[in-house]
């Protein structure tokens, strides 16, 4: 399986922009690149998921790098209820994926 | 429409009792997955089912777990003669196909004492 690398912590400002990296060199022309966020004491979220065009919804922005080897996540304007464990995964829909593989994900804090 | 619902949501076993954890899926969705989660450590896959046959089950400890979703009622993951080791965070999830996204329960934490 194609891997992920992701900062262990990020520090942001509530009400600011937080960008969420996440590298992907090896991902493959059928990998589709997946978040999903876990707050405490919860089980994970799905947060949105991408191919190759950028992807917005109501929780986020996913912004895609045009060769695919990076992408990142968008919080427009970060609460504290966003504070959370965020995993970039990616997942081949076209193979025989059968799971969700979560890294080690992103320490999200979101100071008042 | 309900999400995934797990019960109990605590669970507190002796060494060496047995501990059944639930796991109805959302309304429509047939695949089911099993993750534990130890304290501090992250999130690994146990095993897949679909209405009555295992799909994978290559994460699930070889000897005291097992898993079954029938055709009728919740999916049960079964962890016979607990160990202090068992403690941790069991996370259910499912899916309405192989492709979909997961919706994850809340959780079954379960203590080993």
């Known amino acids: 399986d194609a891997k992920t690398t992701q900062p262990n912590s990020m520090e942001s400002n509530e009400e600011e922009p937080v960008h969420l990296p996440c590298n992907h060199s090896?991902?493959?022309?059928?990998?589709?690149i997946h978040w999903y966020r876990q707050l405490p004491s919860q089980g994970p979220e799905y947060v949105i998921h991408?191919?190759?065009s950028n992807v917005n919804n109501r929780m986020a922005s996913l912004a895609i790098a045009e060769d695919r080897k990076s992408s990142t996540l968008i919080l427009h304007r970060a609460t504290l209820r966003d504070a959370a464990v965020y995993y970039c995964?990616?997942?081949?829909?076209?193979?025989?994926?059968?799971?969700?593989?979560f890294g080690s994900g992103t320490q999200l804090t979101v100071l008042p | 429409n309900a999400g995934v619902m797990q019960n109990p949501r605590h669970l507190v076993r002796r060494r060496g009792q047995e501990a059944r954890l639930r796991c109805s899926p959302m309304?429509?969705?047939?695949?089911v997955y099993w993750y534990r989660q130890l304290p501090e450590e992250g999130l690994k896959f146990m095993v897949y089912?679909?209405?009555?046959?295992?799909?994978?089950e290559s994460g699930m400890p070889k000897e005291r777990f097992s898993a079954e979703f029938p055709k009728e009622g919740p999916s049960i993951l079964r962890i016979q003669q607990v160990v202090r080791g068992d403690s941790a965070a069991y996370f259910c999830?499912?899916?309405?196909?192989?492709?979909?996204?997961?919706?994850f329960g809340s959780g079954t934490r379960l203590t080993v004492v």
């Open positions: 999830a499912s899916s309405p196909d192989q492709q979909g996204a997961y919706t």
């Open positions: 090896t991902i493959s022309g059928t990998d589709y």
């Open positions: 991408g191919l190759t």
């Open positions: 995964i990616l997942r081949d829909l076209m193979g025989s994926a059968r799971q969700l593989t």
């Open positions: 309304k429509g969705h047939s695949h």
């Open positions: 089912l679909q209405k009555e046959n295992i799909i994978d």
